[in-house]
C-alpha cells in the first residue's frame, strides 16, 4: 500500500465535532489490516537503524500507534497519561488548550538519563499536547530522536511548536 492508499483508508466527517470542522477518523484504517500495518511499518521505517530505547506516547489513539511502534523498533513503551491516571510518582506538565488548560504526567522513573526517546502520536494539530510531552522527556533528560505522526494537520501549524526537534508526518492534510 502507498501513502495515498492510507489516506483513502481514513474516513473524512464534516461538521465533528462542531461546524466547520473537518475531522479524519482513523477508526476505518485501523480494521483494515493492510492500511493498519502498512502505517506502522512507514512509520517506523526512519527509525530502524536509530537505536530507539523507548517509544512515548500520549493516550488515547497514541498508544494504539506507538505500542506496535514500539514492537516493531524491538523497544521499550512509555505511557504519558492525563493527570491522575498513573499509580506510581509522576512529573507532569500543564499545558494550554484552546478553552483552558490541561495536565499531562509520565512516571518519575520511567526514562533513564540519556535515553533515545521517539514519542508518536495519531494527530499532529496545534502542537499543544506533543509540545507538552516533549517537555516531561526533558525533565527526565531523555534524548528525542523524532517525533512522529500518522497525521499532520498542516493548516493549524503544529511544527511551530516543535521547532529544533525531527517530526515525520506519513500523511499530511
Known amino acids: 500500500?502507498?501513502?495515498?492508499?492510507?489516506?483513502?483508508?481514513?474516513?473524512?466527517?464534516?461538521?465533528?465535532?462542531?461546524?466547520?470542522?473537518?475531522?479524519?477518523?482513523?477508526?476505518?484504517?485501523?480494521?483494515?489490516?493492510?492500511?493498519?500495518?502498512?502505517?506502522?511499518?512507514?512509520?517506523?521505517?526512519?527509525?530502524?537503524n536509530k537505536k530507539i530505547d523507548a517509544v512515548v506516547a500520549v493516550e488515547s489513539r497514541g498508544f494504539i500507534f506507538g505500542s506496535a511502534i514500539a514492537y516493531k523498533l524491538k523497544c521499550g513503551f512509555i505511557p504519558v497519561r492525563k493527570k491522575g491516571k498513573l499509580p506510581y510518582k509522576t512529573r507532569s506538565v500543564t499545558y494550554e488548550l484552546e478553552y483552558g488548560t490541561d495536565t499531562l504526567e509520565i512516571h518519575q522513573d520511567a526514562i533513564a538519563r540519556g535515553a533515545r526517546i521517539l514519542i508518536v502520536d495519531d494527530l499532529l494539530a496545534t502542537g499543544g499536547t506533543v509540545r507538552a510531552v516533549?517537555?516531561?522527556?526533558?525533565?527526565?533528560?531523555?534524548?528525542?530522536?523524532?517525533?512522529?505522526?500518522?497525521?499532520?494537520?498542516?493548516?493549524?501549524?503544529?511544527?511551530?511548536?516543535?521547532?529544533?526537534l525531527p517530526i515525520h508526518s506519513l500523511i499530511k492534510y
Do not use: H, W
Open 1 to 48: 500500500m502507498t501513502v495515498k492508499q492510507l489516506e483513502k483508508a481514513i474516513r473524512a466527517i464534516p461538521d465533528f465535532p462542531k461546524k466547520g470542522i473537518l475531522f479524519r477518523d482513523i477508526t476505518t484504517l485501523l480494521k483494515d489490516k493492510k492500511a493498519f500495518r502498512t502505517s506502522i511499518d512507514l512509520i517506523s521505517r526512519p527509525y530502524q
Open 134 to 164: 516533549t517537555e516531561l522527556v526533558k525533565q527526565l533528560e531523555g534524548r528525542i530522536v523524532g517525533i512522529a505522526f500518522l497525521i499532520e494537520l498542516s493548516a493549524l501549524s503544529g511544527r511551530n511548536k516543535l521547532k529544533g
